[in-house]
């Protein structure tokens, strides 16, 4: 059972801009926990994306950006491209369930 | 190169166990701490547990306390993830993933890199 909800999908059109939010509590992403990115193409694992509010690994292009605002968080893919079609999913700690907690997942889709 | 090998698919009955392996490459295996991640078929995914392989401590999601058992072999840089007393809705991709390191706190953990999954079908 997730506590952090996204929408179950977006859609654009290619070269658009997507966001994703992620909507927690003040448990998790309100109590100042970081809030992790994971992109999981079909049938693969999932590959992190972003991570600590707004970093990217080497290799993840620049048109993926994360922020955070009060007890929520957003994703925002700009220059939508083919390969970005996939679920996405976000993460962070809970002081309550003193676990980690993944988001609803988000599948994005060109329209 | 980090990389994260896991053992293959494997089959079981209910209340079985189940045991699943991790083998860990590319750095130093007792400087992170490795979590287990599951995801039902079609479904999110979902924390586990994980372990500081330097010391063994261990944290397990409450939804999990009493069945499930995380290990390493640190002489083969090797983390385990048993499941006992199965049910057909464990049936699951369970995943290792490295965290950050053993020796601060983990909260802030991000999961980099996955192993590639391994498929545990739970069917009588």
């Known amino acids: 059972q997730s506590v952090l909800t996204q929408p179950p999908s977006v859609s654009g059109a290619p070269g658009q801009r997507v966001t994703i939010s992620c909507t927690g509590s003040?448990?998790?992403?309100?109590?100042?926990?970081?809030v992790h990115w994971y992109q999981q193409l079909p049938g693969t694992a999932p590959k992190l994306l972003i991570y600590g509010y707004n970093n990217r690994p080497s290799g993840v292009p620049d048109r993926c950006s994360g922020s955070k605002s009060g007890t929520s968080a957003s994703l925002a893919i700009t220059g939508l491209q083919a390969e970005d079609e996939a679920d996405y999913y976000c993460?962070?700690?809970?002081?309550?369930?003193?676990?980690?907690?993944f988001g609803t997942g988000t599948k994005v889709t060109f329209l | 190169q980090v990389h994260l090998v896991q053992s293959g698919a494997e089959v079981k009955k209910p209340e079985a166990s189940v045991k699943v392996s991790c083998k860990a490459s590319?750095?130093?295996?007792?400087?992170?701490?490795m979590h287990w991640v599951r995801q039902a078929p079609g479904q999110g995914l979902e924390w586990m547990g994980c372990?500081?392989?330097?010391?063994?401590?261990?944290n397990y999601a409450q939804k999990f306390q009493g069945r499930v058992t995380m290990t390493r072999d640190t002489s083969i840089s090797t983390a385990y993830m048993e499941l006992s007393r199965l049910r057909s809705d464990d049936t699951a991709v369970y995943y290792c993933?490295?965290?950050?390191?053993?020796?601060?706190?983990?909260?802030?953990?991000?999961?980099?890199?996955w192993g590639q999954g391994t498929l545990v079908t739970v069917s009588s």
């Open positions: 003040s448990s998790n992403i309100g109590a100042g926990y970081d």
């Open positions: 993460q962070s700690y809970d002081s309550s369930l003193s676990g980690y907690v």
């Open positions: 993933a490295r965290g950050g390191y053993s020796s601060i706190s983990p909260i802030h953990n991000w999961f980099d890199p």
């Open positions: 590319g750095y130093t295996f007792t400087g992170y701490y």
């Open positions: 372990i500081n392989p330097n010391s063994g401590d261990t």
